[in-house]
């Protein structure tokens, strides 16, 4: 079993920035790709950016140049910085280790 946290969400004006970070615990093993995703009131959810081990990463057109993915491996933990927020981007972020999710975190940007 495999534990997710996501913390760092809130609310920030459009422009703005936040830092999300997700730390996974448990039955960890060696991870390799470490993802976010996020969805929006009424919209499926969708996936955001990923990063491997070794710092590869790929991101969504729609936060391409805006957001960085990185991580720690030591602390298996992930992040997601988000510059350039807008109020399309309010949604509840996920963090995604294999099969398993995170609880989520809020993120509302205003116009």
């Known amino acids: 079993q495999v534990q997710l946290v996501e913390s760092g969400g809130g609310l920030v004006q459009a422009g703005g920035s936040l830092r999300l970070s997700c730390a996974a615990s448990g039955s960890i093993g060696t991870i390799n790709v470490m993802a976010w995703y996020r969805q929006a009131p009424g919209k499926q959810r969708e996936w955001v950016a990923d990063i491997t081990r070794a710092g590869t990463t790929n991101y969504a057109n729609s936060v391409r140049g805006r957001f960085t993915i990185s991580r720690d491996n030591a602390k298996n933990t992930v992040y997601l910085q988000m510059n350039s927020l807008k109020p399309e981007d309010t949604a509840v972020y996920y963090c995604?280790?294999?099969?398993?999710w995170g609880q989520g975190t809020q993120v509302t940007v205003s116009s």
């Open positions: 995604r280790v294999a099969a398993f």
